[in-house]
């Protein structure tokens, strides 16, 4: 995944640092997203989602409000509506670029935000909140005691996980005064709202009167027993399939044609834990698989094994092969089904024995009005399955080292 950073100009006229995660094929889409209260754009989920899309061709623009991250200017002086013009700020920053969003992610408080300055995004087409608050002020239920000092003093400092942040009485004015009803009834982009229902932090109630309020087309998925920040690799894994399956059917995704006469394309596999061995497998940009290991080999069995793989595509290509030879001479091949065992065998044959090569069993299931004669002959077109053919001789594999 290349990756481009940049600053552009915030509301107060301080500099945003933006990251721009960017597919290394076609671009057929981007996304803009909005990190949680707090936050920054290096969080784990929202990497996890930005790669995964950008996997499917979809850049995504993440970026630290003014004061957090790497963005200059003070927190304490932002508001929840000084968010809301970052983010159109950002939305017009990829205008220029030729790249306006048409997907926008917010997480959080940064859900809320993403909703109201929807509106102002025009080329957008679909929206996604993820822990989102219905009511804006809902944060402030994290400030316990220090509301009235900040009332008092007009600033003070808040313990958000286990760290301070300085909140401005301008904040708590602006989340009072802000309510999303009216942005939900007149968004006219499609809505996916992802929640957990054991949100300790953001209650799954708010879920409910987000869903509630806006019209269709709209959906709900629960995060199941993931935390309020998705810190769980599993549960960011999770969000991120599902928000790539959604936004491709709302997106309408079409990639280019490839040119005549290419070939299938580069299938590339990309490690996704560096420290198990889950793989992510893209083929273009319309094949998404994970490969991995068992859990008894160090894996987490989220996807087959590579042996699975080259047993599925040899299984695959037998039955291809036998339906175009069936559907050729108009024979009466009702359905085809084909199981494939793979083993390493020990051959008898060389090296005493000592040596193993590796064996595929593949049991053919032929269904129809076939006699034994034609019963036969499929079976003998099963060898011609170029995939067979592969395994069967010598492959020449060609492997080089890529430039640094």
């Known amino acids: 995944m290349a990756t481009e950073r940049f600053t552009f100009t915030g509301h107060s006229g301080d500099e945003l640092a933006a990251r721009l995660d960017l597919p290394e094929g076609p671009h057929l889409a981007t996304a803009l997203f909005a990190h949680c209260f707090t936050c920054s754009k290096d969080i ?25 991250g790497h963005s200059k200017g003070e927190f304490e002086n932002t508001t929840f509506s000084s968010n809301v013009e970052d983010l159109t700020l950002a939305a017009a920053e990829l205008e220029k ?21 929807a509106g102002k995004i025009p080329q957008a087409r679909a929206v996604v909140t993820i822990g989102a608050p ?39 004015e602006d989340v009072s005064a802000n309510r999303l009803e009216g942005a939900l ?19 799954v109630e708010n879920a409910t009167q987000i869903f509630i309020h806006a019209k269709h087309p709209k959906s709900f998925i629960t995060l199941c027993d993931a935390d309020h920040l998705i810190t769980r690799e599993q549960d960011a894994e999770y969000a991120a399939d599902v928000i790539a399956a959604w936004s491709s059917k709302y997106l309408e995704l079409k990639p280019p044609a490839p040119p005549i006469g290419a070939p299938e394309g580069v299938l590339r596999v990309r490690e996704a834990d560096s420290g198990g061995f889950l793989q992510d497998i893209n083929l273009g940009h319309k094949f998404h698989m994970q490969a991995d290991e068992p859990v008894a080999y160090g894996g987490t069995d989220k996807g087959m094994t590579p042996y699975g793989f080259l047993s599925a595509g040899l299984g695959a290509c037998t039955s291809m092969t036998i339906r175009m030879y069936a559907r050729r001479k108009k024979w009466k091949l009702d359905n085809i089904w ?67």
Do not use: W, Y
């Open 97 to 117: 670029r030729g790249m306006g969003p048409e997907l926008l992610i917010g997480h959080s408080l940064g859900g809320a935000a993403i909703i109201a300055a």
């Open 44 to 68: 784990p989920a929202a990497r996890r989602i930005a790669g995964r899309l950008a996997n499917m061709g979809i850049a995504v623009l993440r970026f630290d409000f003014t004061g957090l």
């Open 134 to 172: 219905f009511d804006p002020d809902h944060v402030t239920h994290n400030f316990g005691s220090s509301i009235d000092e900040i009332k008092e003093k007009g600033v003070a400092e808040v313990q958000l996980g286990g760290r301070g942040v300085k909140i401005g009485a301008g904040f708590l």
């Open 338 to 404: 084909v199981d494939v065992k793979h083993d390493a065998m020990h051959a008898q044959d060389a090296d005493g024995g000592h040596s193993k090569i590796d064996t595929f069993l593949r049991e053919i299931h032929l269904d129809g009005d076939l006699d034994a004669e034609q019963r036969q002959r499929l079976l003998e077109i099963a060898d011609r399955c170029p995939v067979h053919k592969t395994l069967e001789s010598s492959a020449n594999i060609k492997t080089v080292l890529a430039d640094a």
């Open 185 to 203: 009834k007149t968004l006219k982009k499609s809505l996916l709202v992802l929640h957990a229902p054991k949100d300790a932090t953001v209650g």
